[in-house]
């Protein structure tokens, strides 16, 4: 996990990552983008989950905070897919 500050116009460049990244915004809102580089907004409670390997970029016209959780893989057990059934 990491805390990210993204100052009013910070921004990450467009990178592929290394981990399945769960990108949560604390407060504040910002922008994120996958490989096309269309930009989905999202402000304070929202979050945008990237695939291992995704190409992406993300920023902050105003400013936030960001939790990041970086994991292998974000796949469901076949118990907890059953459970969800």
Same mark, same amino acid.
């Given at each position: 996990?990491?805390?990210?500050?993204?100052?009013?116009?910070?921004?990450?460049?467009?990178?592929?990552?290394?981990?399945?990244?769960?990108?949560?915004?604390?407060?504040?809102?910002?922008? +994120?983008?996958?490989?096309?580089?269309?930009?989905?907004? &999202?402000? #304070?409670?929202? @979050? %945008?989950?990237?695939?291992?390997?995704?190409?992406?970029?993300?920023?902050?016209?105003?400013?936030?905070? +960001?939790?990041?959780?970086?994991?292998?893989?974000?796949? &469901?057990? #076949?118990?907890? @897919? %059953?459970?969800?059934?």
């Amino acid at each position: 996990m990491h805390w990210l500050l993204f100052e009013p116009g910070g921004q990450i460049g467009e990178h592929p990552t290394g981990f399945g990244q769960l990108f949560i915004i604390v407060e504040g809102s910002g922008w +994120v983008a996958g490989g096309d580089g269309r930009r989905v907004e &999202l402000r #304070a409670g929202e @979050a %945008a989950y990237f695939e291992r390997g995704e190409r992406h970029s993300k920023g902050s016209d105003r400013g936030m905070k +960001v939790l990041m959780v970086q994991i292998a893989d974000l796949k &469901l057990s #076949a118990s907890a @897919a %059953a459970e969800r059934s």
